[in-house]
C-alpha cells in the first residue's frame, strides 16, 4: 500500500484532530502585577469568555466537545505551591447544552527568559507580561514546576489549600529527577519522572472517592505486584470529603500495553487470511502468545 499526502494553506482540519490550528497564545496578553493570583481578579472575565473556550475545545480530555459551551466559570483557585506562586489550580465548571462537568487546569507561565519545557509553547493560551518580562501562559502539567509541586507536597504531606497524601509505596525522589511527557493528550494527563514515578493528572472531577486511588492504594497494601503501585494521592477539599486531583504511581517498564498488542496480532491474522487464496474464515484459531495474554 501507499499514501499520497498534499500540503495545503486551506484546507479545514478534520473533526477528529486535537491540534491548535493556531497559535491561541497570540490572541490575548495578560498583564501581571502580583503574579498569577491576578488571572482570577481583573483578568477573569477574558480568561473565562475569551481565551479559555476556543482552547479546551481543542483539548483531547475535554469531553464535552460535540456540544456548544454556554459558559466556562472558575470556581476555584488554589496555589499549588503554596507562597512561591508560581503554579496556579483552577477548577473549571463548563456549562455545555449536556449539563454542567468540572476540569482541572493548572497554569503556570513559560517565561522566555528561562529554558522552557518541550509541550509549554505547545500547550499555551496566552501571553504574559510582568514588568519587563514577558512569557506564554500554559497549561502547567507541561511545566516541571507542576511535577516537583505535587513531589514536594506528597513527601511532606501537606494540608491546607490541597491535600496530600503517601501512598505505600513512596519513596523519596531526587529533586533533580527528570522529566518526561508522554506524546499523545488522553482523557487524563500523565508524566514520568526519573523512570522511578508517574503523576497522573486526573483532568474531569468527580465528587466521591475515586476508585482508581481507593483501589491501588489497597492492593498495594496487599502487596498486589500485577498493577503500577500506588506511591501516593492529591486532592482538593470537597464538601463531602476531598475530590481527587490525581495520582502518583510506581513507573513499570513496559514496550507498550496488552490492548494495542492484542489489537496489532488481530490485525496480522486479518491480513494473513486477506491475503490467501481462500479468504476470511468464520473463525481462526489463535496462536499461543495470543491466547496466553488474551
Known amino acids: 500500500g501507499f499514501y499520497w499526502f498534499c ?8 473533526a477528529w484532530s486535537t491540534s491548535s490550528a493556531e497559535n491561541a497564545a497570540e490572541y490575548h496578553t495578560f498583564v501581571l502585577r502580583d503574579g498569577l493570583r491576578d488571572l482570577i481578579g481583573k483578568g477573569r472575565a477574558a480568561l473565562e469568555n475569551e481565551v479559555l473556550p476556543p482552547y479546551l475545545a481543542q483539548r483531547r480530555w475535554f469531553q464535552q466537545k460535540n456540544a456548544r459551551t454556554r459558559s466556562i466559570d472558575v470556581a476555584r483557585s488554589e496555589m499549588m505551591d503554596g507562597d512561591a506562586g508560581n503554579v496556579l489550580l483552577t477548577l473549571l465548571d463548563v456549562e455545555t447544552d449536556k449539563g454542567t462537568a468540572r476540569y482541572a487546569l493548572p497554569m503556570v507561565v513559560a517565561w522566555e527568559d528561562v529554558p522552557q519545557a518541550p509541550f509549554e509553547p505547545a500547550l499555551a493560551f496566552a501571553r504574559v507580561r510582568r514588568r519587563s518580562r514577558i512569557g506564554l501562559l500554559t497549561d502547567g502539567f507541561a511545566s516541571p514546576l507542576f511535577a516537583r509541586a505535587v513531589l514536594d507536597g506528597i513527601e511532606q504531606e501537606k494540608s491546607d489549600a490541597l491535600i496530600y497524601r503517601r501512598g505505600p509505596a513512596w519513596t523519596g525522589i531526587a529533586a533533580d529527577a527528570p522529566i518526561a511527557w508522554l506524546g499523545g493528550e488522553q482523557s487524563n494527563s500523565s508524566l514520568i519522572v526519573g523512570d522511578t514515578a508517574v503523576i497522573k493528572l486526573f483532568r474531569r ?18 502487596g ?7 506511591m501516593g494521592e492529591f486532592a482538593v477539599p470537597g464538601a463531602d470529603g476531598p475530590v481527587t486531583l490525581g495520582v502518583v504511581q510506581g513507573f513499570v517498564v513496559n514496550q507498550g500495553d496488552a490492548f ?19 479468504g476470511l474464515p468464520e473463525a481462526f484459531e489463535a496462536s499461543e502468545s495470543f491466547l496466553r495474554v488474551a
Do not use: N
Not at 500540503?7 to 478534520?14: K, T, V
Open 205 to 222: 472531577l468527580v465528587e466521591g472517592v475515586h476508585p482508581e486511588a481507593e483501589m491501588t492504594r489497597r492492593l498495594t497494601e496487599l
Open 260 to 278: 494495542r498488542w492484542l489489537c496489532e496480532q488481530l490485525k496480522r491474522h486479518i491480513e494473513e487470511f486477506a491475503l490467501a487464496d481462500d
Open 7 to 14: 500540503l495545503s494553506r486551506d484546507a479545514d482540519q478534520p
Open 224 to 230: 498486589f505486584t500485577g498493577i503500577a503501585p500506588l
